[in-house]
């Protein structure tokens, strides 16, 4: 399919005879064509930013769209702007299909630019490129629904039959080595996943608020193109990622681990913003032992009155019960510590000399944050 857009790219640029680049509607780049090297403003901060990081920012894209290019339905010129980094004059196509703007191919324009023909001629490749969007589309759609069930579906024929489908519409791939990539919150739908490096398929859950992404790796011992991923589409929301595993009948565990993950980052924003599963420590266990009711004793210690108290004596905790690292950490003096161990104890009516009770009280903080 790739290559398919390759074409009709190159197509529109031996039309107008200038090079040209597709984006789709969120602006993220797809195909471009080449561009003259001996030509400087060929290249403005805009052009070389969307081919260098495969998308625009929000400003640029706020600034095109300021031109109507999302309603119309033959070419726009837009005028430079140097102070946006727009040096020359662009001349964007949008890509439509049934009416639904999809995606848009753009050219520097310049004088005399291209006839009416050859205008005509262009728009009508793409028109071709809207076809295969669509058709895109609706195979996300199809990918989001399967992958989502795959990782709500119950035991047995269930996740059996979830899988297979999977496997089905992922095609030689779905054999490969895979992690899952959780971000939550989420709002909306799933991204289409082929502005996700390295992205598979992905799927909104709502009954967690969480964006589930599948992705292709490498090698287990390189994540990156997870971390990728999360850092394209995490926004100011922390993500989790999961142990790499091969084919897809592991995946339901796999999205525990990377939902576990960023709950975790969000309990604790020193494994963040991304954390993977095999860096998250006790937060591992924590997860599998949590439960929403707090431990009656913890509980008054937890109260919006008492904030200062539980993380005096979290810290405490976290420091092996050592007054002199804990008093340096938390910036008071060694009296005002014993004075707050001391208070937590009479709330909770736990003994901090004792290892149960430290067990306890410790657990019961962190699982808190989760």
Known sequence: MKGDYQDLVDEISALLGAPATLENRDFGLIAFGAHDSDDDTAMDPVRTRSILTRKST??????FEGFGITRATGPVRIPAAPDAGVFRDRLCLPVRHRGVVLGYVWLLDAEPGPTPGQL???MEVATRIGGLLADEERADTDLSREFAAVLTAGRG?????????????????????HTVVCVTPWQGDPPS??????????ATLPESGSLAVLVRLRTAED???????????????????????????ELPAAW???NTAARAATAQPTLGPVAEWAGI?????????????????VAPLLAPAHTELAR??????????????????????????????SRVEQLTGLDLDDGEDRLLLHMSLKSARL
């Not at 266990?285 to 009656?296: G, R, S, T, V």
């Open 58 to 63: 929000p400003a640029v894209r706020a600034w």
């Open 120 to 122: 005509t001629a262009a």
């Open 157 to 177: 024929w269930q996740s059996d039959m979830a899988v297979a489908a999977l496997r089905v519409a992922l095609g030689p791939s779905a054999d490969g080595l």
């Open 193 to 202: 996943i082929r502005s996700v490096p390295g992205g598979a398929a992905a």
């Open 223 to 249: 994540l990156s193109p997870a971390h990728t991923a999360a850092a394209r589409l995490r926004g100011a929301a922390p993500a989790g990622i999961a142990t790499p595993r091969r084919g897809l009948t």
């Open 256 to 258: 525990r681990e990377a």
């Open 281 to 297: 420590g006790p937060y591992r266990l924590l997860a599998a032992l949590y439960h929403p009711e707090i431990d009656p004793a």
């Open 312 to 341: 005096t004596a979290e810290v405490f905790l976290d420091n092996a019960g050592q007054a002199g690292r804990t008093a340096a950490a938390l910036g008071i003096h060694r009296q005002t510590l014993y004075y707050r161990l």
